[in-house]
Each structure stands twice: as C-alpha cells, then as structure tokens.
C-alpha cells in the first residue's frame, strides 16, 4: 500500500503564494505518475496539475503560469507551488498516485488518494 498525506494548505489572499506537499510512504515503487487535483463546493474534482515518472509535467489550463509541479525523489514528496492565487482557486487539493506493476504474470494497477487539504483565496 502507498499512504499520501498532503500538507500546506490554509488561507491566503487574493496575488499570493502557497505550496503544498505531499508525502508518499509505504510499498513506494512503480509510481507512473502523480497529480495534484481539486475540488470546490457544488463542481466535481478536476485535474491541476500532473507528472508523470519521466518528468514530464502536465496543467490544467486554468493554472498554466501559475501552478509549477515538482518532486522530491530522496524525500519521496511532490510539491505543488501555487503564485497569483485566485478566489476561483479555492477548493480541496488532492494528492493522486498510480502505481503499475507486475505481480507473477499479471498486471497490477493501484490509485491512490491523499485526504485532502484545503486551500481557500480570500480577502
């Protein structure tokens, strides 16, 4: 099992910063990607921000210049640097994993969730 807990959320106002982190622990191998997703009151979770194994990074349109997805291999951490928030931003962040691998002969696939840490833009 992989465990992911997300930290650095709280309440900022309107142009300011914050990064989030998440921590991965547990049976941590195999990891394709990681991704950050949201949700806001009344809208279903969407997609911000992913990287994949390779480094390769992928954002939702809303946060492109914005929003800057890293990681942490030694720290097994990927963080999520917001800039120029917007009230539009607020919302639950979620830490996302997938995980591949080969047991025996067969492919096993795992998704796993963070719970959550909320981040709210207001003035």
């Known amino acids: 099992q992989v465990q992911l807990v997300e930290s650095g959320g709280g309440l900022v106002q309107p142009g300011g910063s914050l990064r989030l982190s998440c921590a991965a622990s547990?049976?941590?191998?195999?990891?394709?990607?990681m991704g950050w997703y949201r949700q806001a009151p009344g809208k279903e979770r969407e997609l911000v921000a992913a990287?994949?194994?390779?480094?390769?990074?992928n954002y939702a349109d809303s946060v492109k210049g914005r929003f800057t997805v890293s990681r942490d291999s030694a720290k097994n951490t990927v963080y999520l640097q917001m800039n120029s928030l917007k009230p539009e931003d607020t919302a639950v962040y979620y830490c996302n994993a997938d995980q591949t691998y080969f047991r025996d002969s067969e492919i096993v696939n795992n998704v796993y969730w963070g719970q959550g840490t909320q981040v709210t833009v207001s003035s």
């Open positions: 547990g049976r941590i191998f195999s990891i394709n990607a």
């Open positions: 990287i994949i194994s390779g480094g390769s990074t």
